[in-house]
């Protein structure tokens, strides 16, 4: 959701956020309406067309949402920074790489 935002500031537009990220317009616009009950206020205000062409802002509660989210994010990775260092250290010079992606749904008994 902070992306999406982040997006939406750099694009001008939901339709556009949500295309730089291969998301639907519908469930960017599903998460922004998501993101404003539950903190009971506008994240984002817009503009229809005329001479400027329109666009979508955040307001000042999405951009304290945002910020709030960043500081809380960037802190979290400094609390941690240590350890994974530590755990880093531990891994084997030649230990394969963890394959990303989903892992296969485990079948079902008969």
């Not at 960017?28 to 539950?38: D, K, N, R, V």
């Not at 000042?60 to 994974?84: D, M, Q, T, W």
């Amino acid at each position: 959701m902070a992306e999406l935002l982040e997006r939406v500031v750099t694009h001008g537009s939901i339709r556009a956020a949500a295309a730089s990220m291969n998301m639907s317009y519908r469930k960017a616009w599903l998460l922004i309406h998501e993101m404003q009950e539950t903190f009971n206020g506008a994240i984002v205000t817009s503009a229809i067309g005329g001479a400027d062409g329109g666009g979508t802002e955040l307001t000042e509660l999405g951009s304290s949402l945002l910020k709030i989210f960043r500081r809380v994010e960037n802190r979290a990775a400094r609390a941690v920074e240590a350890e994974l260092e530590t755990l880093s250290g531990m891994v084997r010079a030649s230990a394969k790489p963890r394959r990303s992606g989903r892992r296969k749904p485990v079948p079902k008994p008969p």
